[in-house]
């Protein structure tokens, strides 16, 4: 008798023909509809595959996994992973994987354009503009803040803001970073970064943009008195996770004129937006799109299926998958409920 087929779980819809791949190993129920999936739900898919592949729409945590007694392995599609309580997968052999690399550029490439925007006052202008308020050239309206020349600071110097960085030396800025741990010495010179403590990297940086990872440790570390030690007038742009910021002392900050812009693509609550954020004219907004396009998507749940493959002891790489995630390093990361 022919040994059965292992069952794999797709929660969201993505892109059919790369999805497909997986007809070949597996047998597959796909979600045709993005879904927004009650904890009871995962619980329930979970508990009768081999493996899944999941978005950053589907948290994982211990309760979803307790009674997944078949579930070897969990594919997430996107860099960061505090959608997965890492810790409960791992204790049950479960391999979680995620995709980091195949982003790296493109939402480098938005974090900078985020970062322009909020500090040329595009969406402020663009907004005043289709308001029908502008009669006419005024050599005062709308001054924003200098990017070239400026300094750069960024906080989380691993893949993307390395690029960001390489990005910088077009624009002559100088950049500072600040890590965990320091990048080795051809790494800097690559990025032409220098290594400065936290409060440094706040004092001295005309735009600070944040890509480091979210965990316990990580939450809230821009709050009121970050926001306090940073250089008056400049701005803030966060491409990595919402609960890195204190979104009131940022409100604060931005309504009484302490920063003079922030450009977010990630939010707390999200999809649910501050409303103090949504009401400041200084910030520019957007909806959680850094690797919003359609060529880097695709890689992006190409490694996903290439991960839940190997994962499963199927194809070239059965049994190693190409990017697992390992556990963090610190003792206090998140830990989902």
């Known amino acids: 008798m022919a ?3 292992p ?3 797709v929660s969201q819809p993505l892109f059919d023909d790369i999805v497909a791949q997986l007809d070949a190993w597996f047998d597959v129920t796909r979600v045709s509809e993005i879904s927004d999936h009650a904890p009871s ?9 081999d493996g899944a592949l999941v978005t950053l729409n589907d948290r994982i945590g211990e ?3 307790a009674g997944a007694t078949h579930l070897r392995a969990v594919a997430s ?3 960061g992973y505090d959608n997965l309580d890492v810790d409960a997968l791992h204790a049950r052999g479960i391999v979680a994987t995620n995709t980091p690399g195949v982003l790296t550029e493109t939402t480098a490439d938005f974090g900078f354009a985020l970062m322009m925007a909020a500090a040329r006052r595009i ?3 663009e907004h005043w503009l289709r308001a029908g308020q502008w009669q006419g050239w005024g050599f005062h309206k709308l001054l924003g803040a200098e990017i070239h020349g400026t300094t750069l600071g960024i906080l989380g110097m691993g893949r993307i803001g390395q690029g960001i960085a390489r990005r910088a030396r077009g624009f002559g800025m100088r950049v500072l970073y600040h890590n965990r741990s320091r990048l080795p010495g051809d790494v800097e010179r690559d990025c032409a970064a220098t290594y400065v403590d936290r409060d440094t990297l706040l004092a001295r940086s005309d735009h600070l943009v944040l890509v480091l990872p979210y965990s316990a440790a990580s939450h809230h570390v821009i709050d009121a008195d970050a926001l306090a030690r940073m250089k008056p007038g400049a701005t803030l742009t966060n491409i990595a996770r919402g609960g890195l910021i204190d979104e009131d002392a940022l409100a604060d900050a931005l309504g009484g004129g302490r920063l003079a812009a922030a450009g977010l693509d990630v939010f707390e609550g999200e999809p649910a937006v501050n409303p103090r954020l949504l009401a400041c004219r200084n910030v520019v907004l957007t909806p959680h799109v850094a690797s919003a396009s359609l060529a880097t998507r695709r890689a992006m749940v190409a490694l996903a299926v290439e991960n839940l493959v190997a994962a499963l002891g199927r194809g070239p790489d059965a049994g190693r998958p190409p990017t697992p995630i390992a556990p963090p390093p610190d003792a206090g990361r998140h830990r989902l409920r």
């Open 3 to 5: 040994e059965p087929r």
């Open 7 to 9: 069952k794999v779980w």
């Open 41 to 49: 739900a995962i619980a329930a898919a979970l508990g009768a595959v």
């Open 63 to 65: 309760a979803e996994v």
């Open 77 to 79: 599609v996107g860099v």
């Open 123 to 125: 969406t402020e202008a």
